[in-house]
């Protein structure tokens, strides 16, 4: 645990999606099937408020998010969130869309690798949870749409405009993002949406084997990787070569690279502490 935490105490109950931490993974598990893993304006805030919590904690290196049944997550519940967001003023309004916009900063800010094992549909903003995570495991029979135009918003919602394009290029993200068709597995992967597709059966298995070596990796490498991918996305090349040698040299005094030169000189694996 960091001894820079803030003063307020860790929460242990999250009541708006199953949490759990075994072996370093921490494992989110979006619930109400029988709306395909909907979210609600507390499941949005939990989100947001548990990714903030999670490099703090001391206890995962890896988050796994995924759903039930035949849904990921299929976006804003239609009755619990856009009924309710029709009686609001501007004003409430975008204290709502700013805070779905934190989730996905959240994301992509917490140094901590996140894969998320699609199981079933993600629309909406389950396709950008998706988007935005670092890696995407898609189950064969899922599905991505990005379905914003086809409810009469900006297909640029929740920083989908920023991150999909730079993940399969402008021409791809446009038809995606105005046309708002589902996108099979297949497709996904030929785009370059998925990292990669397996039977339905086998995602559970493929995303705790992949959980696991980042669990048991150079933690710190990793983190600082994403850091590093995050932050050059818009920097120019000298700037980026900059960052990088500044990075690799901190962590050419780091424990995990000297154990990783300790553990080839005695010809053995490495034991990585993420430090």
Not at 97 to 108: E, F, I, Q, S
Not at 170 to 177: D, F, I, N, Q
Request: with cysteine.
């Amino acid at each position: 645990m960091t001894p820079f935490r803030g003063s307020a105490a860790f929460t242990h109950d999250w009541n708006h999606f199953d949490f759990h931490v075994s072996d370093n993974v921490a494992t989110i598990i979006f619930g109400r099937p029988e709306k395909l893993g909907a979210l609600t304006f507390d499941a949005y805030a939990d989100l947001r408020d548990l990714l903030a919590e999670l490099p703090q904690r001391g206890d995962t290196r890896v988050l796994v998010i995924t759903g039930t049944g035949r849904g990921f997550c299929s976006g804003g519940d239609v009755e619990k969130i856009i009924g309710s967001l029709r009686s609001m003023e501007t004003d409430e309004l975008l204290e709502f869309t700013r805070m779905t916009g934190a989730v996905v900063k959240a994301l992509r800010e917490c140094p901590i690798p996140v894969i998320a094992a699609v199981n079933g549909i993600a629309a909406g903003a389950g396709a950008v949870i998706a988007l935005a995570s670092d890696l995407r495991l898609v189950a064969r029979s899922a599905s991505f749409a990005f379905l914003f135009t086809q409810v009469g918003l900006a297909g640029a919602d929740m920083g989908s405009a920023y991150l999909l394009p730079r993940m399969i290029g402008l021409g791809r993200a446009t038809e995606l993002l105005m046309v708002g068709d589902t996108v099979d597995a297949d497709r996904a992967l030929q785009l370059g949406l998925a990292t990669s597709v397996v039977d339905d059966s086998a995602l559970s298995g493929a995303a705790t084997e992949l959980a696991l070596r980042f669990a048991t990796g150079p933690a710190l490498a990793y983190s600082m990787t994403k850091a590093l991918l995050t932050r050059e996305l818009d920097m120019d090349l000298n700037g980026s070569l900059e960052m990088d040698a500044v990075t690799q040299a901190l962590l050419m005094r780091s424990r995990d690279h000297d154990e990783f030169y300790t553990a080839w000189t005695e010809g053995r694996k490495p034991k990585w502490t993420g430090r």
